[in-house]
């Protein structure tokens, strides 16, 4: 009983001392703010381009004219350092719902589309590439949430640009696969995600959040986990694509597939890149082997 006793006084102390214990204050925000932009091009969105991949060349071209000045706001965005600023919640005065960014990432795929089925193959790539680079600099600073969007919105990407891989040229396919490169060299790790997770939490609910995160604890981590698994996909996939494009370059410059990955160093990647699930070298896929 006394120790019972002792380790609900301990218990009591701890949440006293929790809640007294003041919230971080936000990260500094860069000026100007890419983010910024992002928000005013969801605000002047019109239309729904959810359905982009089943529209005709005659209804991408009108969605693509409606929000083209919103895409332009964006790529000014991607020009600039982008973080999501703290207050940046349901309550806050400059809120763009999640699903509003996400359509401008539908947007540029639609203006890719477009793009693609007028015969201009290089400025489909372009909208493509745009379209990774916002699902990776929109989520910049923001917590869990946001990375999931951005993964949606990479992936959106990814797919079309995996589509026109085998129709570039050794250039574009050098200069996309550094682009990817820059992209897993600038982003932000699991852990940095988790903390602005935590940041935002704490800034949404106050320190009762930490002891939510006890009571809860179960579910909690259930949602870390499954933004892992997303994240860790995401990775492998943006990896195995670098060295596609990679080795295609070198085939169409050298008139054969490399041998291995290390082949491509450092002429067309810098470095080998990881297997974020097993921890070791990449491989080659069976086309270039």
Not at 78 to 98: A, E, I, K, W
Not at 191 to 214: K, M, N, P, V, Y
Request: with cysteine; glycine share 8%; aromatic share 6%.
């Amino acid at each position: 009983m006394g120790f019972a006793a002792v380790a609900g006084v301990l218990l009591v102390a701890t949440i006293v001392v929790t809640l007294r214990r003041p919230v971080p204050p936000p990260p500094t925000l860069p000026k100007p703010n890419g983010y910024d932009d992002f928000v005013r091009a969801g605000l002047m969105l019109e239309g729904d381009a959810s359905d982009w991949p089943k529209l005709t060349q005659q209804q991408l071209r009108g969605l693509v004219a409606t929000n083209a000045e919103a895409l332009k706001v964006v790529r000014i965005g991607l020009s600039r350092q982008c973080q999501v600023p703290l207050g940046d919640s349901p309550n806050s005065t400059n809120h763009v719902p999640l699903a509003a960014i996400k359509c401008l990432a539908q947007n540029l795929a639609a203006e890719g589309r477009l793009a693609e089925l007028e015969g201009r193959t290089n400025d489909a790539v372009t909208s493509y590439v745009d379209t990774i680079r916002f699902g990776c600099e929109s989520p910049r600073g923001g917590g869990i949430d946001h990375s999931l969007v951005g993964i949606a919105m990479e992936s959106i990407g990814m797919s079309c640009l995996e589509n026109v891989t085998a129709s570039l040229d050794a250039k574009r396919c050098r200069e996309l696969a550094s682009m990817i490169e820059r992209a897993e060299a600038n982003a932000e790790s699991s852990e940095t995600i988790r903390q602005h997770d935590l940041s935002w939490c704490r800034h949404e609910f106050g320190r009762q959040w930490d002891l939510a995160r006890l009571v809860y604890f179960k579910s909690e981590n259930q949602r870390i986990q499954r933004w892992s698994g997303k994240a860790t996909s995401a990775q492998l996939r943006r990896r195995r694509l670098m060295l596609e494009l990679a080795a295609r370059a070198y085939k169409l410059e050298k008139g054969e597939p490399p041998k291995s990955v290390s082949d491509l160093v450092p002429g067309y990647i810098k470095t080998i890149p990881q297997d974020p699930v097993t921890g070791t070298n990449m491989v080659l896929g069976p086309v270039f082997r």
